[in-house]
C-alpha cells in the first residue's frame, strides 16, 4: 500500500519539474548579445578617382580633350627664328636661322644658328660722304646658346575664340652669342685661326679683311662675342607647336674685354616650331 502511494506521488510530481526545466532552459541557452563591430570606409570607388592635373592632360570622355602641353617632358623642340637688331646707328640688320630646345626640369636650354644680314641706309650713305664713322658689326654668322627660366606659367584662352586654349609660359632669358664674320681668317695660319677663335676681340688682320664688305660709313666693331638678356613668352599649343616672341637686351659687361663701342641695344625675335 505505501508502495502504491509513492509510485503516484512520483507521477504528479513529474510534469511540474519538466515545465520548469523547460522554461527556464532559453533563458540559460540564450546568447550574449556581441560587441558593435567598427565600422569600416568605404574604398570601393578608390580607383576610380583621378587627380585633376591628370584630367588636364588627357581625353575626359568623348567631349573634351587635352588643352594643357606639358613642355617639361617635352624630349627636343625644332623651329625658325628671325630677329630684327636695334642696334645705336643707323643701319639696318636682320637675323633668321634654325633653333633647338630641351627642358632641364624647370629651365629651357635653346641654341640656334642664325645668319645676319646688315646693309645701308640713306643717313649712312650721307654719314660715309664725312670723316665720321658709326660703329657696326657687317654680314656674319651667329650662335647662341640661351637659358629660360619661368617666372609665370598657366592655360588661357586666346582671341578669336576658334583658337584653341594654350599654355603660356612667361620666362626670364640669359644668352651667349659669339660671332663669326665668313672670309675674315683668310691667308692665315692654323696656330693663327685657333688664336683667333678664342680671343674676344677680332684681331688686325680680320679687321682689314673686312673692310671691304663693310657698308659705308661703319667702323666696324672689334667684338667677338657678348652677352644678352631679357623676357620671352612662349605660347604652347596642345599638339606640341609654340609660338616665341622674345625681347632681349644687349649687355656690355664685357665692353672693358671685348671693346664693343655699340653699349646697350635692344633685339625683337621672334620662333616659330614644334615640340616633340
Do not use: C
Not at 209 to 230: C, F, N, T, V, W
Amino acid at each position: 500500500m505505501i508502495r502504491s502511494l509513492l509510485v503516484l506521488l512520483l507521477l504528479l510530481s513529474l510534469p511540474r519539474t519538466v515545465l520548469a526545466a523547460e522554461a527556464q532552459a532559453p533563458e540559460a541557452q540564450a546568447p550574449e548579445p556581441s560587441p558593435a563591430e567598427p565600422e569600416q570606409a568605404d574604398d570601393t570607388l578608390e580607383g576610380f578617382r583621378t587627380p585633376l592635373d591628370a584630367l588636364t592632360e588627357r581625353m575626359i570622355g568623348a567631349a573634351s580633350k587635352s588643352v594643357r602641353f606639358d613642355w617639361r617632358r617635352s624630349t627636343l623642340g625644332f623651329g625658325l627664328i628671325g630677329s630684327e637688331l636695334l642696334e645705336r646707328n643707323n643701319f639696318g640688320s636682320t637675323r633668321f636661322g634654325l633653333m633647338a630646345r630641351k627642358p632641364f626640369g624647370s629651365f629651357v636650354g635653346e641654341v640656334a644658328i642664325t645668319r645676319a644680314f646688315t646693309w645701308g641706309t640713306d643717313s649712312t650713305e650721307k654719314l660715309a660722304l664725312t670723316p665720321y664713322r658709326q660703329h657696326g658689326r657687317p654680314s656674319r654668322f651667329e650662335l647662341d646658346v640661351n637659358v629660360g627660366y619661368p617666372l609665370a606659367e598657366g592655360v588661357v584662352t586666346v582671341l578669336p575664340s576658334f583658337f584653341p586654349s594654350t599654355e603660356l609660359v612667361f620666362s626670364a632669358n640669359a644668352g651667349f652669342r659669339y660671332l663669326v664674320y665668313p672670309g675674315s681668317m683668310g691667308g692665315m695660319k692654323f696656330q693663327q685661326v685657333a688664336t683667333s677663335l678664342l680671343a674676344p676681340r677680332l684681331s688686325d688682320h680680320e679687321l682689314g679683311k673686312l673692310e671691304s664688305s663693310r657698308p659705308g660709313g661703319m667702323q666696324i666693331d672689334p667684338a667677338r662675342y657678348g652677352l644678352l638678356a631679357g623676357l620671352s613668352v612662349d605660347v604652347y599649343f596642345g599638339s606640341g607647336g609654340f609660338l616665341s616672341p622674345r625681347a632681349m637686351l644687349a649687355v656690355p659687361l664685357l665692353g672693358p674685354v671685348t671693346g664693343t663701342g655699340l653699349g646697350f641695344w635692344w633685339e625683337l625675335s621672334l620662333g616659330l616650331g614644334w615640340a616633340l
